[in-house]
């Protein structure tokens, strides 16, 4: 599967973004999406998942009540709702896929920036 993310920008402190990452496949709806991020000088860390029916949903516990993902299978499309950003936000986010019967993520987005001003 190929994914592509999209949404990021510059944002003020308090603002709100949402992020896009439309897959190619038919087998979209077959996998576990999750969204991740690596700010300047820090290791990849996961924000959220949710599984490939969209009836669940993890969320990294600092994001929690903020940040709200979901899916449109018959778009192919995985979102991410960021609202009340934050400066410590910034960071270039992914969107990556998974098979459910694996703890590793193989398929990876490109990547969008997102820019919180205090």
């Known amino acids: 599967v190929q994914l592509q993310a999209s949404g990021g920008g510059l944002v003020q402190a308090g603002g709100s973004l949402t992020l896009s990452c439309a897959a190619s496949?038919?087998?979209?709806?077959?996998?576990?999406m999750g969204w991740f991020r690596q700010a300047p000088g820090k290791e990849r860390e996961s924000v959220a998942a949710?599984?490939?029916?969209?009836?669940?949903?993890y969320y990294v516990d600092s994001e929690k009540g903020r940040f709200t993902i979901s899916r449109d299978n018959a778009k192919n499309t995985v979102y991410l709702q960021m609202n009340s950003l934050k400066p410590e936000d910034t960071a270039v986010y992914y969107c990556?896929?998974?098979?459910?019967?694996?703890?590793?993520?193989?398929?990876w987005g490109q990547g969008t920036q997102v820019t919180v001003s205090s």
């Open positions: 990556a896929a998974r098979r459910e019967y694996t703890s590793t993520w193989p398929y």
């Open positions: 496949g038919r087998t979209f709806s077959s996998y576990v």
């Open positions: 949710i599984a490939w029916n969209g009836g669940s949903a």
